[in-house]
């Protein structure tokens, strides 16, 4: 479905969902009859959603859950832990071992992390009757123009037009995370940082001010001389011969792949 204007709905794309659920609707409750031609009969098709795919904002617009701010975990809620960066203003999500496994090695590594162990279990994710019970008496407000009221502090925004689904509240996994968003996002970020990139390299000053604000990492802390600041290098710092022979070797690959895709198109029985 294409949604007309230069800008996304946000959360006012359960505007045009509206049409897409009363068709779901009926196919989960009355059914269409479809003309098998192999058997030469018909029968009554049902149908459901079995979840949504889509990025993190979109899953914030579809489900109703702020994914922005102090509580963008829609696992942990109000209990995301997250650090407010000093320096770079930006909020630093941390404890992600509380998700491996009860005496993973990862747990007990104080100086890879943010200098503390973890021991805490992982929070248990809400089913999908409990996702209806924090969102059911929200009375939502579709409309730009709608103003918001700065003293609401509900990290969930509204009630998800999937809930007019029957069987909405009873699914445990109601939205998934494209896997393809998440590794573009973060190979580029990587790519940015080891070649360095002016404004889009995760390695700048105000990241050394915040590691020395945090007190970890004790390496790459900025040392102060004479009239100039000394940026310590990372692990991954790169001169720039091996720059060039980074983006030479990544070249090559790309190459590879075309040309693999090509033999594989034009000869099929290729493994």
């Not at 795919?53 to 979109?58: E, H, L, M, T």
């Not at 509380?98 to 248990?124: C, Q, V, W």
């Not at 969102?135 to 037009?161: C, P």
């Not at 998440?182 to 360095?196: A, F």
Request: net charge positive.
């Amino acid at each position: 479905m294409m949604i007309a204007g230069p800008r996304h709905p946000g959360n006012d794309i359960d505007v045009y969902l509206a049409p897409l659920i009363e068709n779901l609707t009926k196919l989960w409750i009355e059914g269409v009859d479809v003309y098998n031609a192999n058997v030469q009969q018909s029968f009554r098709l049902r149908a459901m959603i079995f979840c949504t795919i889509n990025d993190f904002p979109a899953y914030g617009n579809l489900s109703g859950y702020s994914v922005k701010g102090h509580h963008a975990c829609p696992i942990c809620e109000k209990n995301t832990s997250y650090i407010q960066l000093k320096h770079g203003k930006k909020i630093m999500y941390t404890r992600h071992q509380r998700f491996l496994k009860p005496y993973h090695p990862y747990r007990r590594m104080k100086k890879a992390f943010n200098g503390t162990s973890e021991i805490d279990s992982p929070p248990k994710p809400l089913a999908g009757h409990e996702v209806f019970d924090r969102v059911k008496d929200i009375i939502t407000m579709f409309g730009k123009t709608q103003k918001k009221d700065g003293s609401d502090k509900n990290i969930w925004k509204k009630r998800s037009i999937f809930f007019d689904l029957p069987y909405w509240s009873d699914l445990h996994v109601q939205h998934c995370l494209d896997v393809m968003h998440v590794e573009k996002n973060v190979c580029d970020s990587l790519i940015e940082t080891l070649l360095n990139i002016k404004d889009k390299t995760k390695d700048g000053l105000k990241c050394h001010q915040d590691l020395a604000e945090m007190g970890i990492r004790q390496q790459l802390h900025i040392v102060s001389q004479v009239h100039r600041m000394y940026l310590p290098p990372a692990c991954h710092t790169m001169s720039t011969t091996e720059k060039k022979v980074f983006v030479i070797v990544l070249k090559m690959l790309k190459s590879h792949k075309d040309t693999l895709q090509i033999s594989r198109a034009l000869y099929p029985s290729m493994s």
